[in-house]
């Protein structure tokens, strides 16, 4: 990329670019007198950073009030400004990430930006440009929040500056808010005089986010973004010599802080603004360029009598002469740059003539020198005649052995001017490559290294691990010859050679695998039946080399499943081997387990079990034996026995081999006798016990009840506190157990459930009804406590109170059988009289739209009148559509004859609306003490907010009933204006937001 601080070469457009770095000057004269001035240090960011540049940051301020687009009051989230009109309140800052961005360009393809695809490097080709403002969001709002950026240069203008200028390019993306335009994002460039704080002229230019901006487009990735690709503006800054210019680019979200706009910025400094030359070529040939920026350019002579042409950059064959005065007229596009008019002489120019650079081949390799462009009136010729094919030619072919230089004079006949150049060819050798032929067995791989080069490649592919490197496999299926190709980098310069991989056949490894054998008595023979030229045979025993030769005998000490390997070698050292598994079965082994104790209670009896711990082959078979005898048909694994004896197992596997278990004795004990004592009654007072017992002794006891175990209850006698069947196991000294005689069965009694409920009217008797449950209590005595001083043993009583109250009432129980059981109950009883009436809240309805009224919970009718507007007046809830205010009275019927009347005010609104008042007093005098939110339309709430003047969110909540009571943290806000914003989805299901302000008075 070019250095923009310096001055850029023009070159003749009609002759190409060569790959050269040189050049060809022929009969140079002199430059243009407009030379370059040194521009402002850093002004073009191309130090990669700020220096020399100011940075600021700070946020905007708008004007409240009605905006016509939206149709909504709007609020300037960081306050109203004093002025009138917008305002940036900007503050000197160190560069700040994401709102001050320094762009580099890192070479290759620009990246480009997220919204309108266009490159952030900048079309010049500078190294560094600006990003000022973002996209971004501040962390934990989720929203812009109305932030500025700006940063500003100081632009000392020379004294003697008789052709200074400034060119700037920019590119704009805005988020489009649809708000009126002075709320919108917005970026702004001002190029002005301190002193006077008056603009340059056409050094202030403004875009606001608007559809209609010219040389905007709609982003196809966001319909809500507009954007400006890079523009270059242009202003001439000569007329100021002597003067300091401060030039400042700034950029702002919208001023109600919920959308953004940012700028890309490049300065390209102060270049020489336009120039005339004549071509040495063609001298009557006049070669124009102007500025970049304008729309229209026109090229006049010195007394504006003959247009010369049009265009930025243009040739003229009207045959100027050199020192002649040429004017340029500059007309710029709508709202960018001056329109102005720029004066230069013509000059002779510098014929510029590219040449290729010295050549590099490799030996026995021809090249072309020479730049191939011939001009118009030049001749050639080219000395040192060392495998030449012309020597008066543009460019010729040469083909040297060695390093050689050629001569060239190039000689224009119309100015007689020469020039002289040589160009050297060097010739560099081809790589000597190192490697050697390999011998392999069949199906192995060799590594192939070769030598002499930087990089190789291979041929034929077939066999090759990689066709590319110094050091490969290679796997061929049969000899094959090979072919490397080596590369010197440095050079560029080949050669290959061949190799040769000879593939040797390999032998197959073969024996017979003789039938498996039991482990007493085994003997196994082993024959090789493999093919192929075999001088050698070793066989391997579980990866022991054991025995040599053609044919071997092995016997093995263990039984399971054994490798047996032939490992095969030819006379050429090829290798095969076979490996076969040899199964030995084990000799069986059998035992017996029982399924509990050997010495068994009467009555019960004992699993025998036969476990086969090794060779158990099938067919296998078992026999069992009783006292030595053969127990016929008992041939299973497992037998169920009860009587005193020895038994055995015989059992023979599949291969014939038997194993006899060893002996289990089985020894059966008598089982003992007992009988549980008469209780002294026969049934259970509730936290009370019976005593049970037996006058049995023997190792231990276990009582039962209903047939379950009771957990604890294991000595001979027991306090019993359930009711049920108790029976009761005993166990005898020789571990026997057997159930005793008799069964107890136990009744129990326990406390009433007391329970009772009433039957109320308005100034009437109360009906009282006894709930209790003495399912499990026996005979039971009642007795009332009215709460009044009386009393009664009936079982559902009716009471008559003098005055309407509360009245504590008790409901005490006593069982007959166990007085101690006694229990009681109490309940607060109302008198009823008739509840006040109350005025609900009021109720901000639609008009003509269905709205949801609710009257209090508890009655049960209801009656709401008048019934106009209401979809059912006779329920609790029922749906308001009117066109105007009504206030309902709302009777209600409650239990027990009573009733009252409550009052509910419904307002219409002709719109759909969030309505929050404009002021709150929360002094604790319960008036207007907590700020209310009133939803018109609206059936669900998304949310609603509360921030103080600082954008600090101090309330949020998506309840209409739950309301601000100017706190925050607990702690009481001060008296001073508050803004708010609200979102619902309204009756159609569409979204509305609305903001305002509101006042807490204290």
């Known amino acids: 990329?070019?250095?923009?601080?310096?001055?850029?070469?023009?070159?003749?457009?009609?002759?190409?670019?060569?790959?050269?770095?040189?050049?060809?000057?022929?009969?140079?004269?002199?430059?243009?007198?407009?030379?370059?001035?040194?521009?402002?240090?850093?002004?073009?960011?191309?130090?990669?950073?700020?220096?020399?540049?100011?940075?600021?940051?700070?946020?905007?301020?708008?004007?409240?009030?009605?905006?016509?687009?939206?149709?909504?009051?709007?609020?300037?989230v960081f306050g109203q400004s004093p002025t009138g009109l917008n305002q940036v309140l900007m503050t000197s800052s160190m560069p700040m990430n994401d709102r001050h961005t320094i762009i580099q360009n890192l070479g290759g393809v620009s990246p480009l930006d997220p919204y309108g695809l266009f490159p952030i490097y900048p079309p010049n080709g500078s190294n560094f440009a600006v990003k000022l403002g973002s996209d971004l969001d501040i962390p934990n709002e989720g929203w812009p929040g109305a932030r500025s950026e700006r940063i500003t240069y100081t632009i000392n203008v020379p004294n003697n500056a008789t052709d200074y200028s400034l060119t700037y390019q920019y590119a704009v993306v805005f988020q489009d808010p649809g708000h009126v335009s002075q709320n919108q994002p917005r970026f702004n460039v001002n190029l002005f005089d301190p002193i006077t704080n008056a603009n340059v002229p056409c050094g202030f230019v403004e875009y606001v986010a608007d559809s209609t901006i010219p040389g905007f487009e709609r982003s196809s990735l966001?319909?809500?973004?507009?954007?400006?690709?890079?523009?270059?503006?242009?202003?001439?800054?000569?007329?100021?010599?002597?003067?300091?210019?401060?030039?400042?680019?700034?950029?702002?979200?919208?001023?109600?802080?919920?959308?953004?706009?940012?700028?890309?910025?490049?300065?390209?400094?102060?270049?020489?603004?336009?120039?005339?030359?004549?071509?040495?070529?063609?001298?009557?040939?006049?070669?124009?360029?102007?500025?970049?920026?304008?729309?229209?350019?026109?090229?006049?002579?010195?007394?504006?009598?003959?247009?010369?042409?049009?265009?930025?950059?243009?040739?003229?064959?009207?045959?100027?002469?050199?020192?002649?005065?040429v004017h340029l007229e500059v007309i710029p596009r709508s709202g960018v740059s001056c329109r102005d008019t720029l004066t230069t002489s013509v000059t002779k120019d510098t014929l510029i003539y590219p040449l290729a650079s010295d050549k590099t081949i490799c030996k026995d390799s021809n090249v072309v020198i020479?730049?191939?462009?011939?001009?118009?009136?030049?001749?050639?010729?080219?000395?040192?005649?060392?495998?030449?094919?012309?020597?008066n030619q543009a460019s010729v072919s040469v083909l040297p052995t060695a390093n050689t230089f050629y001569n060239i004079i190039i000689t224009d006949t119309v100015s007689n001017c020469k020039f002289y150049d040589t160009l050297k060819v060097i010739v560099n050798p081809k790589p000597l490559l190192n490697i050697n032929s390999q011998s392999i067995c069949a199906g192995q791989s060799v590594p192939l290294t070769v030598t002499g080069a930087d990089s190789y490649s291979w041929s034929p592919s077939s066999g090759l691990s990689s066709i590319l490197g110094s050091s490969v496999s290679a796997n061929p299926l049969?000899?094959?010859?090979?072919?490397?190709?080596?590369?010197?980098?440095?050079?560029?310069?080949?050669?290959?050679?061949?190799?040769?991989?000879?593939?040797?056949?390999?032998?197959?490894?073969?024996?017979?695998?003789?039938?498996?054998?039991?482990?007493?008595?085994?003997?196994?023979?082993?024959?090789?039946?493999?093919?192929?030229?075999?001088?050698?045979?070793?066989?391997?025993?579980?990866?022991?080399?054991?025995?040599?030769?053609n044919a071997v005998n092995y016997s093995f000490t263990t039984s399971g499943s054994h490798d047996v390997k032939l490992l095969v070698v030819t006379d050429k050292g090829c290798k095969d081997s076979v490996t076969h598994p040899i199964q030995i079965y084990p000799d069986p082994v059998v035992f017996v387990t029982a399924a509990g104790p050997l010495n068994i209670c009467q009555g019960s009896t004992v699993q025998l079990s036969a476990n086969v711990q090794v060779g158990n082959i099938q067919p296998y078979s078992f026999q069992w034996y009783y006292n030595n005898a053969i127990m016929p048909g008992v041939t299973q694994p497992n037998i169920t026995v009860n009587q005193t004896g020895e038994y055995k197992v015989i059992f023979t596997n599949?291969?014939?081999?038997?194993?006899?278990?060893?002996?289990?004795?089985?020894?059966?004990?008598?089982?003992?006798?007992?009988?549980?004592?008469?209780?002294?009654?026969?049934?259970?007072?509730?936290?009370?016990?019976?005593?049970?017992?037996?006058?049995?002794?023997?190792?231990?006891?276990?009582?039962?009840?209903?047939g379950n175990i009771i957990p604890n209850a294991n000595l001979a006698s027991y306090n019993a506190t359930s009711p049920g069947n108790y029976t009761l196991m005993v166990t005898s000294n020789a571990g026997c157990t057997n159930l005793a005689s008799g069964i107890i069965n136990l009744k129990k009694y326990k406390k009433p459930i007391v329970d009772f409920d009433y039957i109320s009217g308005c100034n009437a008797p109360i009906n009282f009804n006894n709930l209790s449950d003495t399912s499990l209590s026996g005979q039971v005595s009642w007795l009332?406590?009215?709460?009044?001083?009386?009393?009664?043993?009936?079982?559902?009583?009716?009471?008559?109170y003098i005055f309407g109250n509360s009245y504590s009432v008790r409901l005490s129980a006593t069982p007959?059988?166990?007085?101690?059981?006694?229990?009681?109950?109490?309940?607060?009883?109302?008198?009823?009289?008739?509840?006040?009436?109350?005025?609900?809240?009021?109720?901000?309805?639609?008009?003509?739209?269905?709205?949801?009224?609710?009257?209090?919970?508890?009655?049960?009718?209801?009656?709401?009148?008048?019934?106009?507007?209401?979809?059912?007046?006779?329920?609790?809830?029922?749906?308001?559509?009117?066109?105007?205010?009504?206030?309902?009275?709302?009777?209600?019927?409650?239990?027990?004859?009573?009733?009252?009347?409550?009052?509910?005010?419904?307002?219409?609104?002709?719109?759909?609306?969030?309505?929050?008042?404009?002021?709150?007093?929360?002094?604790?005098?319960?008036?207007?003490?907590?700020?209310?939110?009133?939803?018109?339309?609206?059936?669900?709430?998304?949310?609603?907010?509360?921030?103080?003047?600082?954008?600090?969110?101090?309330?949020?909540?998506?309840?209409?009933?739950?309301?601000?009571?100017?706190?925050?943290?607990?702690?009481?806000?001060?008296?001073?204006?508050?803004?708010?914003?609200?979102?619902?989805?309204?009756?159609?299901?569409?979204?509305?937001?609305?903001?305002?302000?509101?006042?807490?008075?204290?």
């Open 1 to 76: 990329m070019p250095d923009k601080s310096k001055p850029r070469r023009h070159y003749d457009p009609i002759l190409p670019e060569a790959s050269s770095n040189k050049q060809l000057i022929i009969n140079h004269s002199s430059f243009n007198q407009n030379t370059a001035i040194n521009c402002p240090p850093n002004i073009d960011f191309e130090e990669g950073d700020f220096n020399n540049w100011r940075c600021d940051t700070g946020f905007v301020q708008g004007v409240n009030g009605f905006d016509p687009i939206t149709g909504q009051q709007f609020v300037s």
């Open 222 to 325: 966001d319909p809500t973004v507009w954007y400006k690709a890079w523009s270059p503006v242009f202003i001439n800054l000569s007329r100021f010599a002597g003067r300091t210019l401060y030039l400042q680019f700034t950029t702002e979200d919208c001023v109600q802080g919920g959308h953004w706009g940012y700028a890309y910025v490049d300065v390209n400094g102060c270049e020489l603004t336009v120039k005339a030359k004549n071509s040495c070529e063609i001298p009557t040939r006049t070669i124009l360029s102007g500025p970049e920026g304008f729309a229209t350019y026109n090229w006049w002579n010195s007394n504006y009598t003959q247009l010369l042409a049009t265009g930025q950059n243009v040739i003229s064959n009207l045959g100027l002469a050199s020192n002649d005065i």
């Open 370 to 391: 020479g730049a191939g462009v011939m001009l118009n009136n030049c001749t050639y010729q080219w000395s040192s005649n060392t495998s030449i094919t012309s020597t």
């Open 478 to 549: 049969t000899t094959t010859n090979y072919t490397v190709t080596g590369n010197v980098t440095a050079t560029g310069c080949k050669s290959d050679t061949t190799i040769v991989v000879t593939v040797n056949p390999k032998p197959e490894a073969s024996f017979q695998i003789p039938n498996s054998q039991c482990l007493n008595g085994n003997n196994f023979s082993f024959s090789s039946s493999s093919t192929g030229i075999i001088n050698v045979f070793n066989w391997f025993f579980d990866g022991v080399n054991l025995q040599n030769g």
């Open 654 to 706: 599949g291969n014939g081999c038997s194993s006899t278990s060893q002996i289990s004795s089985i020894i059966v004990i008598p089982l003992p006798q007992a009988n549980i004592n008469l209780p002294t009654q026969d049934f259970i007072c509730d936290m009370q016990s019976v005593t049970l017992s037996s006058s049995y002794v023997g190792l231990s006891y276990q009582w039962y009840l209903n």
């Open 784 to 800: 009332w406590d009215f709460g009044d001083g009386t009393q009664s043993t009936a079982y559902n009583p009716t009471h008559n």
């Open 816 to 1002: 007959i059988k166990c007085p101690n059981l006694y229990t009681a109950s109490s309940q607060i009883v109302i008198s009823p009289i008739n509840p006040s009436g109350v005025r609900y809240r009021t109720i901000e309805a639609l008009i003509n739209s269905n709205t949801l009224l609710e009257a209090r919970l508890g009655a049960t009718t209801y009656l709401w009148s008048p019934s106009t507007g209401l979809n059912n007046p006779n329920i609790q809830s029922p749906i308001f559509n009117h066109n105007a205010q009504i206030e309902y009275l709302i009777k209600l019927n409650f239990p027990g004859n009573c009733s009252t009347v409550d009052t509910l005010l419904v307002r219409v609104q002709r719109a759909i609306n969030i309505e929050v008042p404009k002021a709150f007093s929360p002094n604790g005098d319960n008036h207007n003490d907590y700020l209310e939110i009133f939803l018109i339309g609206i059936k669900e709430l998304r949310f609603f907010r509360v921030f103080n003047r600082w954008g600090q969110l101090l309330f949020e909540t998506n309840n209409i009933s739950q309301l601000w009571d100017g706190t925050y943290k607990g702690k009481k806000q001060p008296a001073e204006t508050y803004v708010w914003i609200a979102e619902g989805i309204d009756v159609n299901g569409k979204s509305v937001i609305r903001r305002g302000q509101t006042i807490l008075l204290r």
